[in-house]
Structures are given as structure tokens and as C-alpha cells.
């Protein structure tokens, strides 16, 4: 694919409104802004094509299975090692989390809720609008995970951002994000999802000025695509629908660029004198993606009672352990009621997984209200949780007559893992916090129909005479 081989900085271009993409999950793909900027026949020549440096980029170690190994070859005007050595950032964040201890978070049963965030009254980008909201393992010991939010109101200028930790899956509610990768730039809007691998340097701008959302972050592995097991070859998430940037690159001088490296859960920074975005043509199966929401194939019972959650995820990172996710991402999208003679809202629950969830848009069905449109609800290992009170009397007034039904105008998402989370100080004391949480459900009264005249009865059921 032909593209222009100079481009004006990242952080003041304006996004063509038809970038191209590729398609597919999984794959080996190709892309060069050049023709004949992929060597051919191997992967490191001598002389690559247009002098430029063969660099491979590995996400996962070299002797991983080959179902499972992830790998890029980039090609590029110069190698990323052409920088100063990394000093710790000054400022440093100080909100960020890597390594989950009683040092710098809390164990917490008690249900959670927080209401939006505010937009930053002072020029905040994508990485000081970064905080950790909870999480548990260690990046160092490549197992766990983080749960982040973010809150910005501008674009980052004359830097780029790297985590050296784990995968970034951010899910924008508020505001679109231009993401500039070394793979090639991809736009990602509320209702869409995007994934930046362990190690690729990126820029986010603000084409919409203020923005909101949501990050995941894995350490020590990957996000797959579920097993559909009787579900068949078809639906959920379809591997075509997700789309992976083409080559693009700008080679003009940047003198003071600042690589900002997140290691450990903490802030380095290294200068170099050009954009890290230098990558002319490149191949691989390890790739930053961008998935729409809205193309999620879901399913639903259509007789009796309500499915698990588990019907509707769209991403697994697994453990060793089958069927346990270290984190799941799990959508609910505009979908159909049909059950007969069945709570239709989603059950009361005690969960062995911990349940962190968020809302892009619309309303939740299990909350009738409190939850909003870039909140975020925590219910952690078998703390119980379900309808509010006026969700649960307002299904039982509807009665078993209900007919189908169609939500629309919504969509919810969890981020669900094995792993008991900690939460931070910052979330528990955050003015945001709704500490009436509670209340929602103090109002469900006793619909319990026994009484003492039944109790002969009662006990030949049971078994006694």
C-alpha cells in the first residue's frame, strides 16, 4: 500500500476519516507504507530493503508453542535502541500500580460503586490521567492483573508511551482516541475496544477534547478469543472483525523526544532525536487490534431462566488451570429477552471471581439507578450482588406474562478474573466513590408466603412424619 514517506507530527495530524486496516485475529500479517519495503526470503538480510533495520519485537518467549507464539518483525528508519539511558520520570505518577501488596492497597469484601469522574481542570494527557483503581498479582512475577480508569483533556505532545509490564486493553466512553502505533495509527471510539501489546510504543490524541474510559492490564500472558465449544464454529466475537493498523511512518527530526516507559509500575523516561513511529513496512502475528462492540454476535436462552455471564465474552486471557480466566472481558450488548416464566434480570450471585464493571453508554439492566455512563462497579470474590430494589419489584409487578423484549441503547462490560482484587487508597477515598451503594438494595423486602399452619406439611416434604 502507497502512503506519503513524510508526515507532520502525530500529536497536531488530523486522522483520515477512511484509515485502512487489516482483518482478522490471530493471523500473520503484512503491511508496508512502501512497495518492496518487506524483505523477501528472510527476515534480517543484510541489506534490508530502502537501508532500513530489521527489529523484532517478541511477546512471548522464543520457545512458546507456535499456536501460541507471538512475534513482529519491524522495519524501520531507526532501531528503537537509539536513545539515552532511562532515568526515573520527574514528576512521578504516583497512581499507578504493578505490584498489588498491603503497601499501597486494601484488601476490600464490601460492594463498590463510583460515580464519572470529573474532566481534569489543569492540561492533563493520556498517561497523567492514568490512575490504578485495583488489582492483584505482580508485573514482576508476570502473573495478575491492573484495573485502571483514565481522564484526560489533551493529546500527548512530543512523547510516546511504552508498557514494558503487560497488554493495554482500553475501552474509551467518552471521546474518541486517535492511537498512533508503531504497526500504523487506528482510531478508536466509545463503543469500540483497543489493544496495545505488551512493549509497542504509542501516542494517544484527543480529537474530541475531553475523554473517559477504562484500561485492563495483564501481566505474564494474552487475550485470546474464546472457546465456542457447543455453541459451534460461529458467533461471539468473529475473528474478521477485528482490525489491525497498516504501515504508516514520519521520519523528520525529533530532537528531545521522550520515550515514557512504564516498568515495574513505575515511570522511566529516555530521550532519543526521532519518533519512534519509523516503521516502513512490517510482519507478524504480534499486533496492536481495535474491535467494534456493536459486531458481537450474542446469544441468550430462549425458554427458561437466565444465562450465565460467560455467554457473552468477547476476550479470555486464560491460566494454566482450563476454563479459569486471569481476566475475562465480557459484554452487555442490545440483545433480546425471551425466557418464559423467568427472572429476566440478571440473578443474585456469590461469585469464586470477582467482577469489575463499567458502562459505556445507555443504562444497565440490573441497576435501574446510580450506575452511569462512565462508572464503574466492584463486587469481589463471593460478596453478593444483583438487582437493586426497584429492578426486582418492578420484574415481579410485570409478572410471567411479560412478552419478548428487547434492550436497547446499552452497553455494559466486565472485566472478571480469578484473582482477589486490592484496591487502591486513591479509589476508596475518591470524592467519586458512592458510599450509598448499599442502599440499593436495603429495600427488598420478604416475599416469603409460609406460615405456621403450613408446618405439618411442610415437614412431609422434607422428609419427616
Same mark, same amino acid.
Given at each position: 500500500m502507497e502512503s506519503e514517506t513524510t508526515a507532520v507530527k502525530p500529536n497536531s495530524a488530523e486522522f483520515p476519516p477512511d484509515l485502512d486496516y487489516l482483518?482478522?485475529?490471530? *493471523? +500473520?500479517?503484512?503491511?508496508?507504507?512502501? $512497495?518492496? $519495503?518487506?524483505?523477501?526470503?528472510? *527476515?534480517?538480510?543484510? &541489506?534490508?530493503?530502502? =537501508?532500513?533495520?530489521?527489529?523484532?519485537?517478541?511477546? @512471548?518467549?522464543? @520457545? $512458546?508453542? #507456535? /499456536?501460541? *507464539?507471538? #512475534?513482529?518483525?519491524?522495519? #524501520?528508519? /531507526?532501531?528503537? &535502541? @537509539? +536513545?539515552?539511558?532511562?532515568?526515573?520520570?520527574?514528576?512521578? +505518577? =504516583?497512581?499507578l500500580v504493578g505490584e498489588f501488596d498491603r503497601s499501597n492497597s486494601s484488601a476490600n469484601p464490601t460492594q463498590l460503586r463510583w460515580k464519572p469522574v470529573d474532566t481534569p481542570e489543569g492540561p492533563t494527557d493520556f498517561i497523567d490521567g492514568l490512575y490504578t483503581v485495583c488489582g492483584a498479582g505482580s508485573s514482576n512475577l508476570r502473573h495478575g492483573y491492573a484495573i485502571h480508569m483514565y481522564t484526560a483533556n489533551k493529546s500527548m505532545e512530543n512523547c510516546a508511551f511504552c508498557n514494558a509490564d503487560g497488554d493495554f486493553l482500553i475501552v474509551p466512553q467518552k471521546g474518541r482516541l486517535w492511537i498512533t502505533t508503531e504497526c500504523g495509527r487506528m482510531q478508536v471510539s466509545p463503543g469500540e475496544i483497543g489493544l496495545l501489546p505488551q512493549g509497542f510504543r504509542f501516542v494517544v490524541n484527543l480529537p474530541d477534547g475531553p475523554s473517559r474510559g477504562y484500561v485492563a492490564e495483564i501481566f505474564g500472558t494474552h487475550f485470546q478469543l474464546p472457546d465456542l465449544g457447543p455453541i459451534g464454529a460461529n458467533g461471539l466475537a468473529a475473528a474478521r472483525d477485528f482490525l489491525v493498523p497498516t504501515a504508516w511512518f514520519e521520519q523528520s527530526p525529533r530532537p528531545g523526544y521522550t520515550i515514557i516507559q512504564k516498568f515495574g509500575g513505575e515511570l522511566f523516561t529516555a530521550k532519543q532525536d526521532f519518533s519512534p513511529f519509523n516503521v516502513v513496512a512490517w510482519h507478524g502475528n504480534y499486533v496492536p487490534y481495535k474491535y467494534d462492540l456493536s459486531k458481537f454476535c450474542p446469544y441468550n436462552t430462549v425458554l427458561v431462566d437466565h444465562g450465565d455471564p460467560s455467554i457473552n465474552t468477547v476476550l479470555t486471557a486464560p491460566t494454566d488451570k482450563p476454563g479459569v480466566a486471569l481476566l475475562d472481558f465480557v459484554i452487555f450488548p442490545p440483545r433480546w429477552l425471551v425466557a418464559e416464566h423467568t427472572f429476566r434480570p440478571p440473578y443474585y450471585h456469590r461469585n469464586c471471581m470477582s467482577e469489575f464493571m463499567g458502562l459505556i453508554y445507555g443504562g444497565y439492566e440490573a441497576k435501574a439507578d446510580g450506575f452511569l455512563p462512565g462508572g464503574a462497579s466492584l463486587h469481589s470474590c463471593m460478596t453478593p450482588h444483583g438487582p437493586d430494589t426497584k429492578t426486582y419489584e418492578a420484574t415481579i409487578v410485570r409478572g410471567s406474562e411479560a412478552g419478548p423484549y428487547k434492550i436497547t441503547n446499552t452497553m455494559a462490560f466486565m472485566f472478571e478474573s480469578c484473582l482477589i482484587p486490592r484496591v487502591c487508597p486513591w479509589a476508596l477515598d475518591s470524592p467519586f466513590r458512592d458510599h450509598d451503594y448499599y442502599q440499593c438494595w436495603i429495600g427488598l423486602r420478604s416475599h416469603f408466603t409460609w406460615v405456621q399452619n403450613d408446618c405439618i406439611s411442610c415437614n412431609l416434604q422434607n422428609g419427616h412424619s
Open positions: 482483518s482478522g485475529f490471530g *493471523n +500473520h500479517f503484512c503491511s508496508e507504507a512502501i $512497495a518492496g $519495503a518487506l524483505p523477501q526470503g528472510q *527476515n534480517s538480510p543484510l &541489506v534490508c530493503p530502502y =537501508g532500513l533495520y530489521a527489529e523484532q519485537i517478541s511477546g @512471548t518467549s522464543f @520457545t $512458546a508453542p #507456535r /499456536k501460541l *507464539n507471538l #512475534r513482529s518483525w519491524l522495519y #524501520r528508519i /531507526k532501531p528503537s &535502541v @537509539t +536513545h539515552e539511558p532511562f532515568k526515573p520520570r520527574i514528576p512521578s +505518577h =504516583g497512581k
